[in-house]
């Protein structure tokens, strides 16, 4: 038998902007439509999206300087519904693996819906976690952001025992994330946090363990770095460019490395990225990589059980390491732009209400 069609609210991308993403106005980058969702296909689920996951990478899903062709996933094409991970209930299947009240995750290929059609074969059913932990860190702590931290860490950085290791946006999603698997889990001497207010700083040494963390709107943020590495860094795990990896490149050890996770300092402006201290690259010999974790997902597998484990016994802390905000589609918008000024600690995700 035939299944129904069925309506949802969705947000389509209206226009590509050239700076920050325009909310309101005649300009708006987003665009909120009623669309009819095709009848479901054999392989395909129909879901009730429960939450979006909120990352500052889907800026690049929109407006890149990289040509299209070279991105890691599909842009969004003007017209098409914007994409995101989303955790979601399935309501109709027609896929022998799922059943109507099954949850399934899909790291990317989610969109702004309040319903979606999923393929089966690349959607994650949801095992419960242990000790009572929210389903939602497999949005976070659990996906993406923890596989992009330890994937970074270990295959890009090299971070071995006894390291020192720096990490920028140290309060995200996948930021706090490397300041515990690099100090709980891979054994580096001295962890230094780096981050936007005195708070986050206090919660990445009291709640997460870094050894220390620098407040980069400092106005003496240069100095304390230098103080927080005395010694020198190892690897630099870099999620945002700009002046901080530019004051981090005096900092790296002759042979250190950068793994580059993100740039999000320049995602939304039109300006290109300064870097005066470049030629510390050549003085010092350091090595800058850049990575995306859906290049190990053959070991994702055996990442998760390990950080999952790590939870259950305590090594890795999650509390208070999720924002979650609960709105109607018509907010989402303006929850993901809270990004990039620092509005979340740990993963922003929205909790849908319809």
């Given at each position: 038998?035939?299944?129904?069609?069925h309506?949802?609210?969705?947000?389509i991308?209206?226009?590509?902007?050239?700076?920050?993403?325009?909310?309101?106005?005649?300009?708006?980058?987003?665009?909120?439509?009623?669309?009819?969702?095709?009848?479901?296909?054999?392989?395909q689920?129909?879901?009730?999206?429960?939450?979006?996951?909120?990352?500052?990478?889907?800026?690049?899903?929109?407006?890149?300087?990289?040509?299209?062709?070279?991105?890691?996933?599909?842009?969004?094409?003007?017209?098409?519904?914007?994409?995101?991970?989303?955790?979601?209930?399935?309501?109709?299947?027609?896929?022998?693996?799922?059943?109507?009240?099954?949850?399934?995750?899909?790291?990317?290929?989610?969109?702004?819906?309040?319903?979606?059609?999923?393929?089966?074969?690349?959607?994650?059913?949801l095992?419960?976690?242990?000790?009572?932990?929210?389903?939602?860190?497999?949005?976070?702590?659990f996906?993406?952001?923890?596989?992009?931290?330890?994937?970074?860490?270990?295959?890009?950085?090299?971070?071995?025992?006894?390291?020192?290791v720096?990490?920028?946006?140290?309060?995200?999603?996948?930021?706090?994330?490397?300041?515990?698997?690099?100090k709980?889990?891979?054994?580096?001497?001295?962890?230094?946090?780096?981050?936007?207010?005195?708070?986050?700083?206090?919660?990445?040494?009291?709640?997460?363990?870094?050894?220390?963390?620098?407040?980069?709107?400092?106005?003496?943020?240069?100095?304390?770095?230098?103080?927080?590495?005395?010694?020198?860094?190892?690897?630099?795990?870099?999620?945002?460019?700009?002046?901080?990896?530019?004051?981090?490149?005096?900092?790296?050890?002759?042979?250190?490395?950068?793994?580059?996770?993100?740039?999000?300092?320049?995602?939304?402006?039109?300006?290109?990225?300064?870097?005066?201290?470049?030629?510390?690259?050549?003085?010092?010999?350091?090595?800058v990589?850049?990575?995306?974790?859906?290049?190990?997902?053959?070991?994702?597998?055996?990442?998760?059980?390990?950080?999952?484990?790590?939870?259950?016994?305590?090594?890795?802390?999650?509390?208070?390491?999720?924002?979650?905000?609960?709105?109607?589609?018509?907010?989402?918008?303006?929850?993901?732009?809270?990004?990039?000024?620092?509005?979340?600690?740990?993963?922003?995700?929205?909790?849908?209400?319809?």
């Amino acid at each position: 038998m035939a299944m129904a069609s069925h309506t949802t609210k969705q947000w389509i991308l209206a226009a590509k902007p050239t700076g920050a993403p325009v909310l309101s106005g005649p300009d708006a980058t987003f665009e909120l439509q009623t669309a009819t969702l095709p009848p479901l296909g054999a392989g395909q689920i129909l879901c009730k999206v429960r939450y979006f996951s909120n990352d500052t990478g889907q800026r690049n899903f929109i407006q890149s300087t990289v040509a299209p062709g070279r991105l890691y996933v599909p842009a969004v094409p003007v017209g098409q519904p914007m994409r995101s991970g989303i955790l979601a209930e399935v309501l109709e299947s027609a896929a022998p693996a799922f059943q109507p009240g099954d949850l399934v995750m899909d790291f990317h290929l989610g969109t702004w819906s309040e319903l979606v059609v999923l393929d089966a074969a690349t959607s994650q059913p949801l095992a419960p976690l242990p000790n009572g932990l929210p389903l939602t860190h497999y949005l976070g702590a659990f996906g993406a952001s923890g596989l992009a931290a330890y994937t970074g860490l270990v295959y890009a950085g090299g971070v071995k025992a006894g390291d020192t290791v720096v990490v920028s946006a140290a309060a995200g999603a996948t930021g706090s994330m490397a300041v515990q698997i690099a100090k709980k889990l891979l054994g580096a001497k001295r962890v230094v946090g780096i981050a936007g207010s005195d708070e986050k700083c206090a919660w990445i040494v009291e709640q997460l363990g870094a050894d220390a963390c620098v407040n980069y709107k400092s106005a003496t943020f240069e100095e304390e770095l230098k103080a927080a590495t005395s010694d020198e860094v190892d690897v630099y795990f870099d999620n945002v460019g700009g002046a901080v990896l530019d004051a981090m490149l005096t900092r790296m050890k002759r042979h250190g490395t950068v793994a580059v996770s993100g740039a999000v300092s320049s995602y939304n402006s039109a300006e290109a990225m300064a870097l005066r201290n470049w030629f510390e690259v050549v003085a010092m010999r350091i090595t800058v990589r850049g990575f995306i974790m859906l290049d190990y997902l053959d070991k994702a597998p055996d990442i998760l059980k390990e950080l999952i484990g790590a939870a259950a016994d305590g090594r890795i802390k999650l509390q208070d390491g999720e924002t979650v905000v609960e709105a109607r589609i018509e907010e989402q918008p303006g929850i993901w732009m809270r990004l990039f000024s620092g509005g979340n600690q740990g993963k922003l995700l929205t909790k849908l209400v319809v």
